[in-house]
Nanobody, 121 residues
Framework: QVQLVQSGGGLVQTGGSLRLSCAAS????????MGWFRQAPGKEREFLAV???????NYADSVKGRFTISRDNADYTTYLQMNSLKPEDTAVYYC???????????????WGQGTQVTVSS
């Protein structure tokens, strides 16, 4: 079992940057693909990015070129660097772990607690 604890997030102005962190428990972290999702009020949970066990990455079109996912297996942590933030990026952001690098939320087994990101105009 994997426990995920998120940090980062907060309030930022349009065009600003934030970095989210997701720390995993257990030494099996390197065997999991790690994904980032977000959910705005009244909307479904949206895929943002995934990083495989071999550091391959895949991004949603909505964040490609602005967001960067990375992982540090030595620290059991995955990151989401968010640049050029827009008001429409406002949402609760979640990290998740899966044995396969899926792009749909229902395929992820373990989830972080979520963290609010608010982008002011």
């Amino acid at each position: 079992q994997v426990q995920l604890v998120q940090s980062g997030g907060g309030l930022v102005q349009t065009g600003g940057s934030l970095r989210l962190s997701c720390a995993a428990s257990g030494r099996t972290f390197s065997t999991y693909a790690m994904g980032w999702f977000r959910q705005a009020p009244g909307k479904e949970r949206e895929f943002l990015a995934v990083i495989t066990t071999n550091d391959g990455t895949n991004y949603a079109d909505s964040v490609k070129g602005r967001f960067t996912i990375s992982r540090d297996n030595a620290d059991y942590t995955t990151y989401l660097q968010m640049n050029s933030l827009k008001p429409e990026d406002t949402a609760v952001y979640y990290c998740a772990a899966s044995t396969i690098a899926h792009t749909t939320a229902r395929d992820y087994t373990y989830w972080g607690q979520g963290t609010q990101v608010t982008v002011s105009s």
